[in-house]
T-cell receptor
Framework: EAGVTQFPSHSVIEKGQTVTLRCDPI?????LYWYRRVMGKEIKFLLH????????ESGMPNNRFLAERTGGTYSTLKVQPAELEDSGVYFC???????????????FGEGSWLTVV | QKEVEQNSGPLSVPEGAIASLNCTYS??????FFWYRQYSGKSPELIMS????GDKEDGRFTAQLNKASQYVSLLIRDSQPSDSATYLC????????????FGEGTQLTVNP
């Protein structure tokens, strides 16, 4: 079974440009999450989709970030315009359901490394 | 104060020793606790979850939870060089695994 896959694995863009990160969750997982780790800091929650609906987007830093999950399958996270402080690793994760602890493992992708110069 | 704090690393132990990783959390309503292992450049991988006070054992790993002290730990017995990684403590307010709050991680090195 394929895990959570993210694309691109690495991206270097100039300040002011736009970058779109893509995440394909594990097949059948309704829950999809975006997290971010900036240099020297802990991994922080950005938002949570249940199918195509945003369940919780309280972690999104500002309106330069836009996440979508049309059709409830893959998701994209767009940063426009990118700023220097957006550099970091963007992790996508997915889980099968959100109802109980048993079996509700969150699986992470390897991350998309973003460098804004 | 950070919501989740881990003992500062790096932590270095000899092969075969017990590695002890500690984590404290600030929000008393937290209900579920997770330890993730992350190899450099790879995805965080869940290795232990714990929800009730006490110990939970899985192979060489033991997670310990003390909600009164707001403390969770991970013991790795018979440490192996392959255990060398960054260990992330994560906490969730609910019983499910959504909206994890992570610590900064502790880098563990097991020396042959």
């Amino acid at each position: 079974e394929a895990g959570v896959t993210q694309f691109p694995s690495h991206s270097v863009i100039e300040k002011g440009q736009t970058v779109t990160l893509r995440c394909d969750p594990i097949s059948g997982h309704d829950n999809l999450y975006w997290y971010r780790r900036v240099m020297g800091k802990e991994i922080k929650f950005l938002l949570h989709f249940v199918k195509e609906s945003k369940q919780d987007e309280s972690g999104m830093p500002n309106n330069r970030f836009l996440a979508e999950r049309t059709g409830g399958t893959y998701s994209t996270l767009k940063v426009q315009p990118a700023e220097l402080e957006d550099s970091g690793v963007y992790f996508c994760a997915s889980s099968q359901d959100n109802r109980g602890a048993a079996g509700n493992t969150i699986y992470f992708g390897e991350g998309s490394w973003l460098t804004v110069v | 104060q950070k919501e989740v704090e881990q003992n500062s690393g790096p932590l270095s132990v000899p092969e075969g020793a017990i590695a002890s990783l500690n984590c404290t959390y600030s929000d008393r309503v937290s209900q579920s606790f997770f330890w993730y292992r992350q190899y450099s450049g790879k995805s965080p991988e869940l290795i232990m979850s714990i929800y009730s006070n006490g110990d939970k054992e899985d192979g060489r790993f033991t997670a310990q939870l003390n909600k009164a002290s707001q403390y969770v730990s991970l013991l790795i017995r018979d440490s192996q060089p392959s255990d060398s990684a960054t260990y992330l403590c994560a906490v969730n307010k609910g019983v499910s695994g959504s909206r994890l709050t992570f610590g900064e991680g502790t880098q563990l090195t097991v020396n042959p």
